[in-house]
């Protein structure tokens, strides 16, 4: 699938850009501040439907306007036209149109087309809390299968409900209904542990191979997924949330459940976020962007769109060398502010951007 053009109506510094993007890599640069990384940023709530620099959807409608329009027009693989717009307001409820028809259901539009992100924020994936790697885990998953999303999104509902209660007075608390939550939530955790381990055991198998390509065999990754209930049944997960329950209300909080997972990342058997060096973790994070394009490559059965933002300038040169020819076979949009030896490069459109203004640079 390819994404032939974007078009922006009041979006961050934008207020009217239309961009016809290349089926290969798309090289946008500029000064700092110019408005790069908000096109990359465009394109991935137009799949994704959020932002995934910000959690507020509407710090991204340009300052003093009301709303903003992402149209995207794409190609899919089955060669069909495709066009999709996301509507943000300050007033109105997001929407999330398709061929101009609003989308009841977001479960059922993200996936249509699918994108993999590699920016400075990518390498909380590895550095930061928990929160992010469960993140990076669930948006792949999502992409994957409306069914993971849709029971996801019932686990979490349950859980505030359970929360909730736990905050009530112990004597309010009503421990039939906390039996009936406990029930619910077993059946989405039995179902999510098992996506979540059938994935990370993918990402492990490309994994493997890309990290030791990238570092001439000198490394080896292995990702561990972390979590209390790996192969329970039913049965015993709904013990060990039972076995929980006093020291929940005592608590007033869940404290086992799937929002606890995590995942650890070990380069030649030490964790990386840890031990290993800058470089070690900006490689282990490559390669598990790298592993993330190949699954769903194999799942979909088409390319995802590649989104690198600014890596350039935090990986070393045999690593961009690496990187550059994987991505020859992907759509791809590349921001950097310096595009001085990278001329030369094939199958490569430049794009110039100053101000909110993009510019298609004609080879001559
Ligand atoms: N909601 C917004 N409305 C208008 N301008 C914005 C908004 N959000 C960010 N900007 C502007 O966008 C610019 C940053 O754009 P960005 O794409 O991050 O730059 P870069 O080219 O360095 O990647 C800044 O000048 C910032 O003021
Ligand atoms: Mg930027």
């Known amino acids: 699938m390819i994404i032939t ?10 207020e009217n850009a239309e961009i016809e993007l290349s089926k290969n890599i798309n090289l946008f640069f500029g ?10 940023e465009s394109i991935y709530v137009s799949s994704i439907t959020k932002s995934y620099r910000t959690n507020k959807d509407i710090e991204v409608i340009k300052f003093n306007k009301d709303f903003t329009n992402i149209f995207v027009d794409y190609v899919d693989k089955r060669n069909n036209k495709k066009k999709t717009q996301i509507y943000i307001s300050n007033i ?28 400075p924020e990518s390498l909380d994936i590895i550095k ?7 993140k990076f885990i669930d948006i792949l998953l999502s992409q994957l299968s409306k069914q993971y999303l849709i029971k996801l999104q019932e686990y979490n509902k349950l859980l505030l409900l359970k929360n909730a209660t736990l905050r009530l007075e112990k004597s309010k608390i009503d421990i039939n209904y906390l039996d009936v939550i406990d029930e619910k939530l077993t059946e989405y ?6 996506e979540r381990k059938l994935i ?8 493997e191979i890309i990290q030791k390509e990238l570092t001439n065999d000198l490394e080896e990754i292995k990702i561990k997924y972390q ?3 790996l192969d329970l049944n039913k049965e015993e997960i709904l013990k060990l949330l039972k076995k929980q329950r006093e020291q929940d209300i005592f608590k007033k909080s869940s404290s086992k459940g799937i929002q606890r997972d995590d995942i650890l990342i070990y380069i ?24 993330e394009l190949e699954i769903i490559k194999e799942e979909k059965e088409e390319n995802p769109i590649l989104l690198l933002d600014d890596v350039l300038s935090e990986l070393d040169k045999s690593r961009i060398q690496y990187l550059l020819k994987y991505i020859t076979n992907y759509q791809t949009v590349i921001t950097t502010t310096e595009k001085e030896g990278l001329e030369e490069l094939e199958n490569v459109t430049f794009f110039k951007v100053s101000k909110g203004k993009v510019e298609k640079i004609k080879k001559e």
């Open 268 to 291: 030649n058997d030490l964790e990386v976020n840890i031990y290993g060096s800058q470089g070690q973790n900006r490689t282990a994070l490559l390669t598990l962007k790298l592993s």
């Open 227 to 229: 979590t209390d209930f």
């Open 5 to 14: 053009n974007v078009k922006l109506v009041n979006f961050r510094n934008y």
């Open 92 to 119: 109105n409820k997001k929407v999330v149109k398709e061929d101009e028809i609003a989308v009841k259901k977001l479960s059922n539009y993200i996936g249509n087309y699918n994108i993999v992100v590699f920016s």
């Open 200 to 207: 990370i055991n993918k990402i492990q198998k490309y994994a």
């Open 189 to 194: 955790i039995k179902y999510i542990v098992n």
């Open 128 to 134: 930061g809390s928990p929160k992010n790697r469960r």
């Open 31 to 40: 000064k700092n501040g110019s408005g790069k990384t908000n096109i990359l």
